[in-house]
């Protein structure tokens, strides 16, 4: 917290986090008493934490399944909560990501649609061990074919390149803070 602290103070708004009980330890009480304070979560959202994590996130960036979506509407509709979903590709193809891959898109976008869930846009993380620009023009392609504003992809060590292919939200936060420990 003593890193944080002085970002609020300086007018940082927006935090991201990966793990919900993290955050609900971190941030509950900064939230309850500065109402500006936007929080993301970025990490891999399990279903049995979507009620806690309605409460105190105003972004959610891995949406990837129907399931988890129904879930997130759900639990919003009954905090009289709207927040803001970035669906989660699979844009590498990778087995050990989460998200979905790039033939489902049409799909889960009509169900969270459906559902009124707060689509926003998309969020990928590209393979780590290759140049990520062909997949980071990519993902500005499906964001563009679906009209989506905002686009949420690039980290420490590519969101230059990320923000060349029009991201929007950049997770950058071991440049700042360090890697976690």
């Known amino acids: 917290m003593d890193n944080i602290l002085p970002l609020i103070e300086h007018g940082h708004l927006d935090f991201g986090e990966n793990k919900v009980q993290e955050a609900i330890d971190k941030w509950a009480e900064i939230k309850s008493n500065k ?14 934490k979507v009620k806690f994590a309605v409460k105190l996130f105003d972004y959610i960036h891995s949406v990837d399944s129907e399931k988890l979506a129904k879930k997130i509407a ?20 990778e087995n050990q990501k989460s998200g979905i891959n790039i033939d489902e898109i049409n799909n889960l976008v009509i169900f969270c649609k459906k559902i009124n869930l707060n689509v926003i846009g998309f969020m990928c993380i590209p393979p780590a061990d290759i140049d990520p ?35 929007t939200y950049l997770r950058i936060g071991s440049n700042i803070f360090g890697l976690r420990s």
Do not use: C, P, W
């Open 35 to 48: 109402s500006n304070i936007q929080l993301h979560m970025i990490g891999k959202l399990q279903t049995n």
């Open 74 to 93: 759900d639990e919003q509709s009954k905090v009289q909560r709207n927040i803001k979903v970035f669906i989660q590709v699979n844009i590498g193809d």
């Open 133 to 167: 620009t062909d997949h980071f023009k990519e993902m500005n392609r499906i964001n563009n074919i679906n009209n989506f504003e905002e686009l949420s992809m690039g980290m420490s060590s590519d969101y230059k390149k990320a923000a060349q292919y029009n991201s």
